[in-house]
């Protein structure tokens, strides 16, 4: 039995199956898709797409961690928040009953 269950929504979207039912996520996806979702709700994604390269960045990366972290699931310290060469933003960190995550906070951004 999972702790955890919710609906799968991809760009703001609920993911449908074949037979058109809603599916769900459990555990520790739906603590990275809470995570990915907190982070864009607060604007702070934005701010990653559209200050690269400035002194915001590193700002915004760890208004990031501290929010990350703020989630009782998550272990405290483990939070990094990383760029790949082809623009997009990720967060990893380890939950506290999961192990770790990783989740792209960029993503339908760019």
Do not use: C
Not at 39 to 45: D, F, K, Q, T, Y
Not at 71 to 88: C, H
Request: charged share 25%.
């Amino acid at each position: 039995m999972s702790l955890y269950r919710d609906l799968h929504i991809n760009n703001g979207d609920l993911v449908l199956d074949a037979g058109f039912n809603p599916e769900y996520l459990t555990d520790r996806a739906v603590i990275a898709q809470d995570i990915a979702h907190a982070i864009i709700e607060s604007g702070l994604a934005h701010l990653l797409v559209s200050d690269r390269g400035t002194g915001v960045t590193a700002d915004t990366k760890v208004r990031i961690k501290l929010l990350v972290e703020d989630d009782t699931r998550i272990l405290p310290g483990t939070v990094r928040v990383e760029s790949q060469d082809n623009g997009q933003w990720w967060v990893f960190a380890d939950t506290i009953d999961f192990g770790p995550l990783s989740q792209r906070i960029t993503e339908g951004l760019l």
